[in-house]
DNA sequence: TATTGTTATACTCTATAACTATA
DNA sequence: TATAGTTATAGAGTATAACAATA
């Protein structure tokens, strides 16, 4: 079949965001976490005592998402959250969130590396550059 | 707030493409369209005759999903169907349809030229290959 | 007045299973 | 036996609106 979509450069940004994201999340599925879920522990544990609302902003997640997500982490016994001040909570990884976020990280690293190797070596180093200048 | 996340590849192409699918869709709404249907427009238009399966194998769309997606374009007047054989359809784009996809390519040229042009020049011209090592 | 956290809700996209009819 | 088209359905992701409480 005729397809001229395959030389279209947004076309194909989104086709291998999906193929990659898909195998990602298939890789962390034996964990019990999604792709979201592993940037917020990210974030949590690069930067403890963080607030929900200053994750949302920067991982463009809405507050009213992060809410049912952050409690799924809670009731996991990954994170624990402890009042700021009085409307505010800060955000930590417990024991548990701690070892989660090292097998995440296991994985991921893994996978980045295998996503890395894939593109030919003398495009290899232009590929984070070109998609930072389509989004920061 | 720090955030090891800016500089993994496998992120970066995840907000690349949001960024970008999100703007694209935003072009694309005043035309009623989505970038899904815009795709299959194009596939259709490229290929006279072509069944909803092979469109949907190669744009990754499942059969069970091209079905009310191809209704909806053929309610709007845009594509029809004939059958082939005794179970196959072949799809054609209407005037309105191939009106319609030009529109939907004036503006998806002016996007895609856009953002190659925020990719810095030294960078440009690996974007595409790297892309095409990750899905195809 | 703006922000935080939360609930409810709706819409899109996508994935699976099941069915009929035909190649 | 495999394929085409269809329907129904469920899950995930995401967006908006509204609310109470606090900065």
Chains 1, 2 share one sequence.
């Not at 940004?13 to 019990?32: F, I, Q, V, W």
């Not at 949302?56 to 049912?68: F, K, S, T």
């Not at 409690?71 to 409307?87: H, Q, S, V």
């Amino acid at each position: 079949m005729h397809d001229p979509l395959i030389s279209v450069p947004g076309y194909s940004l989104r086709r291998a965001a999906n193929a990659t994201g898909a195998e990602l999340s298939a890789r962390l599925a034996p964990l019990g976490l999604r792709q979201s879920v592993v940037s917020v522990l990210i974030l949590i544990g690069a930067n403890p005592g963080v607030t929900a609302s200053a994750i949302g902003r920067q991982l463009d997640i809405q507050r009213a998402n992060m809410a049912p997500l952050l409690k799924r982490l809670e009731d996991a016994g990954l994170i624990k959250r402890l009042p700021l001040d009085g409307k505010s909570l800060g955000l930590d990884l417990t024991g548990d969130g701690q070892d989660k976020l090292k097998q995440a990280r296991a994985v991921i690293d893994d996978f980045e590396a295998e996503i890395l190797s894939r593109i030919p070596a003398e495009h290899r180093a232009h590929f984070l550059p070109a998609l930072e200048a389509l989004w920061r």
